[in-house]
């Protein structure tokens, strides 16, 4: 008789055959602007492109409006707003009739609860701990030091005190279908079914005109008021309890409809109670009725600022509309992954990219159910169709399948089972942070190699020379690492104040249970958790119950050092105690109880070191240190100024040994430049003295157009200093017409009223000062106005084209370098032509996909006229090189030389190569290999020092005179194409090695992809 040895054979044999890796993705932002139906037309564009997968942005039913998908409210369902399941499913047809697979963008760690979309949210509203959801959400019910939030939830969504909402009548209670709510707005909270009787029974039926007491009316009326008083209590926690609950309510609520419905006369009163609890306007006592019931709910309404000090749910970092779901249950993952899974099990999407798995309990135990779960459910599939296990019950057959699945997990990457679903995770890594490779992932989404590959075209030789530059220019002497701490210590302080508050008391908790630990007081508990926090040097540990590793290890001690070296004053025992915690050293006297809190506790803190990263470093410091805008990027680090040829191919040797599917991104939806902005920042970090001069020349012109506010001068010598890096990265190409000028200069005062409000220094989103905004909106107004900065401007552009030509250049390479070295090459929507976006929203401004689709079809006609020579072609391209086809030019051929050699670029080795000559350091190149076939990458890196004057091109011998690339021997005499420009070279034979002239590797071309001549597999 078959087992499950058998089922898990077949059905993991059934997902290696069906199994599609990514060998190039782009990314979607699918919203109400651009849907399914807009998606199925580009699908065409994309296969010529040489794109493999569509990586989309979450589509599951969202909050209303909303732009990026990530504020889910329903995992069961598609959103709306993007289409219907047709549209959806001609979509996924599309796709398939055109070769393309799909990675879908998936959150598992919160969902959006604002408006009145969401469902499990408002059933907790209504039934609080008694709600079959209660244990969805990440709620700390009885945590707060406030003793009334006890069992209830704070809900800080009030625009203003909530006396001044309630006595201004913005706060009303309504009836609709058989249920009361509370009104704001647009927004509707459910009130509590048990409370109905308040409302009901303000006033009895008597005080209703026309009353006949023994109507059957009435009868039913008195019915459902008792009906209502023995409603199980929203406090119970007993199963059966709950579930009669919610029998009841709905019960109650069908009967309370068919009534109001049916009588005019209980209708009349009801409706006259309604206008008693929602008050007159002037008279404050009439609203004690509408205050004392509210007081009464699962909920208590408050004014959004109260948020950062008493919020009692976890948050996706500070975003009170965005509730944490406890993604550790078993249930909740079921219940979230649903739809999700159907999907991977169907074939419809074949990978996922997890949203910041950080904010997980735990991240690796998620990963691993996710694989688990995918396997289950494919087996399911294979158990119901095929004739083999019929007669079997699948309640029999699963229990052995999860026993082996997990074995397969704790195997890690000796089995089969471990890895067998495509996932890449938003990991943002440490400058000396490696994902933990025991994780079941194929790696992450690509900050870390976006980093390390922008760094590549950063000149090291000058980090002190900014440095000066930038202190010079700002007066600022602060390091990044003590801005970086105070950045992080004052979020701490303000926008995650509550939930430092709460892992404060959890900490206090269980000092209290230690003789030795006991008089800690609660403050100094406090202030050690918060100095540790901001010490921390990554986003997070991985600590569960079980071993620790190294890094882990490493990392936590780490932190204490610092914040010992920082708090002389606190006793190092404190440390000591949260040392032990931290590292899940368990007291002798612990019972199990005791150990499960301490774990618990230990989760929470390293829930809690992630956003406060976040928001400290990324959202704050990186608006605020501002040497060179290029490397304040997210997982960057700007202190690292640049890194070296040896730093990238040691990178990528240890991607394709680790995670040779990973993605490589350059721009995503969450970066703060794209691409070809930082590209073009990148060379100023060669141009010090220019720089130097330039920036002081346009803040001595620019003087006079400061507004001063407060006896200080605005913008800020640093805001300024941000400015003129922002313009350099994001000047339009050419001369654009009045109406796109304007444009631009809205652009460039909507980012700098963000970075104003991410930096915190003059103001902030928490606390806006208006008429400093103001006034940087007026300063970027004057300075981009032809009379106002004219001599600004005349000065600027000559810099700015310069930086321009050359950060074109810049951003050819690391387009083909993202193209041919390890991991999947991974597009953000528009950005395969130039792209100068700043951060979001302006990058998810809308794709012209037309304009996009007649220059790749022009381009093929052009590559299909010019035949096996395209030097012609390549020349024109570059000489017109602000049209854009260029890039296109490079994306293209080199994704469709990935598609042609199948396996070069995912499992070919990576072999670093080197130059000789006046030149070498200029160079990067590697080799490719796979079964025969070579892919030999070269391009150029720092080229002002390289080239002449402005507008130099590194090409031929005038640039590379007797620099040669140094190649394998056995390439000698084999012939090479150059898939640019068609051009054949042949390696000459060196004394143990092969080599070619640099001048004649890019002789035409600014970037080289050569291919050995074996003729690809199609």
Not at 79 to 84: A, F, L, Q, R, Y
Request: glycine content about 6%; some cysteine.
């Amino acid at each position: 008789m078959p087992d499950a040895d058998a089922l898990l054979q077949k059905t993991l044999e059934s997902i290696s055959s069906r199994r599609r890796r990514p060998e190039a993705t782009y990314r979607l932002q699918f919203h109400a602007g651009f849907t399914f139906r807009d998606a199925c037309r580009i699908v065409s564009y994309l296969r010529d492109l040489g794109i493999t997968h569509v990586y989309a942005s979450p589509y599951l039913k969202a909050r209303p409006g909303s732009t990026h998908g990530y504020d889910i409210t329903d995992h069961h369902a598609l959103n709306p707003e993007i289409g219907s399941e047709e549209d959806f499913a001609a979509l996924v047809s599309t796709l398939k009739q055109h070769g393309l697979g799909q990675i879908l963008d998936t959150v598992p760690n919160h969902m959006g609860v604002t408006g009145n979309e969401n469902t499990w949210w408002n059933d907790v509203l209504e039934n609080g701990p008694a709600s079959p959801f209660a244990d969805f959400f990440d709620i700390s019910w009885d945590a707060s030091p406030r003793a009334e939030l006890h069992n209830r939830l704070l809900l800080p969504v009030l625009g203003e005190p909530y006396g001044e909402a309630l006595e201004s009548g913005k706060l009303r209670v309504e009836y609709g279908a058989g249920a009361f709510t509370v009104c704001h707005y647009d927004a509707r909270f459910p009130i509590d079914p048990s409370t109905y009787d308040k409302i009901l029974g303000c006033r009895g039926p008597e005080t209703a005109p026309a009353t006949t007491p023994e109507d059957p009316a009435w009868s039913e009326y008195h019915s459902i008021l008792t009906a209502i008083k023995n409603l199980p209590s929203r406090l119970t926690t007993d199963a059966a309890a709950r579930a009669e609950r919610q029998r009841e309510k709905v019960v109650i609520k069908r009967r309370l409809a068919a009534l109001l419905d049916d009588s005019k006369e209980v209708r009349a009163l009801v409706d006259a109670n309604l206008a008693l609890f929602n008050g007159t306007a002037g008279n404050l006592h009439s609203f004690d009725l509408l205050d004392n019931l509210l007081d009464q709910q699962v909920y208590r309404l408050s004014f959004w600022r109260v948020a950062s000090d008493e919020i009692n749910y976890r948050r996706f970092f500070d975003v009170n509309e965005l509730a944490a779901l406890s993604m550790e249950r078993e249930d909740v993952f079921l219940a979230a992954h649903e739809l999700s899974l159907r999907l991977l099990r169907e074939g419809t999407v074949d990978g996922l990219r997890i949203d910041h798995p950080d904010g997980l309990f735990d991240p690796l135990g998620y990963l691993c159910r996710l694989q688990r779960h995918f396997v289950l459910a494919c087996a399911r599939d294979i158990f119901d169709a095929d004739a083999e296990f019929r007669g079997l019950a699948w309640e029999q057959i699963e229990p052995e399948l999860q026993k082996k699945l997990e074995q397969d997990v704790a195997a890690e990457q000796g089995s089969p089972g471990w890895r067998p679903l495509y996932v890449v995770v938003e990991k943002i890594l440490g400058r000396h942070e490696s994902l933990p490779d025991h994780w079941p992932t194929d790696g992450t989404s690509g900050y870390d190699f976006l980093n390390m590959l922008n760094g590549l075209f950063v000149e090291c030789a000058n980090s002190q020379a900014f440095t000066d530059i930038y202190r010079q220019a700002t007066g600022l002497t602060q390091t990044l690492p003590q801005l970086i701490y105070r950045c992080k210590f004052l979020i701490l302080q303000i926008s995650l104040a509550s939930e430092l508050y709460m892992l404060s008391h959890q900490l206090d908790r269980l000092a209290q249970k230690g003789r030795g630990t006991r008089d800690f007081t609660l403050t100094t508990l406090r202030h050690a958790l918060r100095e540790v926090i901001a010490c921390f040097p990554v986003y997070r540990s991985y600590i569960v119950d079980g071993s620790i590793r190294d890094a882990n290890r490493a990392h936590v001690n780490g932190a204490m050092r610092l914040a010992r070296g920082r708090n002389p004053e606190i006793s190092p025992s404190v440390f000591n105690f949260l040392q032990r915690v931290l590292l899940l050293e368990y007291p002798e006297t612990a019972t199990a109880k005791d150990r499960a809190e301490q774990q618990r506790f230990v989760g929470k803190f390293q829930q809690v070191t992630s956003p406060v990263m976040a928001k400290g470093v990324e959202d704050t410091a990186f608006y605020i240190y501002n040497r060179l805008l290029s490397l304040n990027e997210v997982g960057g680090d700007p202190d690292r100024f640049g890194v070296t040829t040896s730093d990238f191919h040691h990178y990528n040797l240890e991607r394709r040994a680790k995670w040779p599917f990973a993605l490589s991104a350059t721009s995503t939806h969450d970066t703060k430049r794209s691409e070809d902005v930082r590209a073009r920042l990148n060379v100023l970090s060669e141009l010090p003295d220019e720089w130097r001069d330039a920036a002081a020349r346009w803040t001595r012109l620019n003087e006079p157009l400061r507004e001063r506010l407060d006896d200080e001068l605005v913008p800020d010598a640093n805001e300024e200093y941000l400015l003129y890096q922002t313009l350099i990265g994001a000047w339009p190409l050419e001369p654009c017409p009045a109406d796109q000028r304007a444009e631009f200069v809205q652009r460039v005062q909507a980012y700098m009223v963000k970075a104003l409000h991410e930096a915190k220094v003059h103001s902030s989103w928490i606390n806006p000062i208006q008429a400093y905004d103001e006034a940087v909106q007026r300063f970027v107004a004057s300075i981009l106005d032809e009379e106002k900065g004219g001599d600004f401007l005349q000065d600027f552009k000559k810099l700015q084209l310069r930086v321009s030509h050359f950060g074109l250049l810049n951003s050819l390479s690391q387009t083909l370098l993202k193209i041919a070295a390890p991991g999947a090459p991974d597009t953000y929507q528009g950005t395969e032509v130039w792209d100068f976006s700043l951060v979001d929203p302006d990058n998810r401004r809308p794709v012209n996909y037309e304009l996009r689709g007649t220059m790749l079809k022009g381009l093929q006609k052009s590559i299909q006229a010019a035949g096996p020579d395209r030097r012609k072609l390549a020349n024109e391209l570059l000489a017109k090189k602000v049209d854009g086809r260029i890039k296109l030019y490079v994306t293209s051929l080199g994704l469709l030389c990935r598609s042609e050699y199948p396996g070069l670029f995912t499992e070919g080795e990576y072999i670093p190569l080197r130059a000789d000559g006046p030149h070498a350091e200029h160079v990067v190149a590697f080799t490719r290999r796979h079964q025969g076939s070579d892919a030999i990458v070269v391009v150029p890196r720092l080229l002002t020092q390289l080239v002449p004057g402005d507008d130099g091109v590194p090409m031929g011998r005038t640039a590379w005179q007797e620099t040669a690339l140094v190649l394998p021997a056995e390439l000698a005499g084999n012939p090479l194409v150059n898939v640019f420009t068609g051009a054949r070279l042949t390696p000459s034979k060196g004394a143990g090695s092969a080599s070619l002239a640099m001048a004649d590797v890019l002789a035409d071309f600014p970037v080289t992809l050569l291919i050995g001549r074996e003729q690809p597999t199609r």
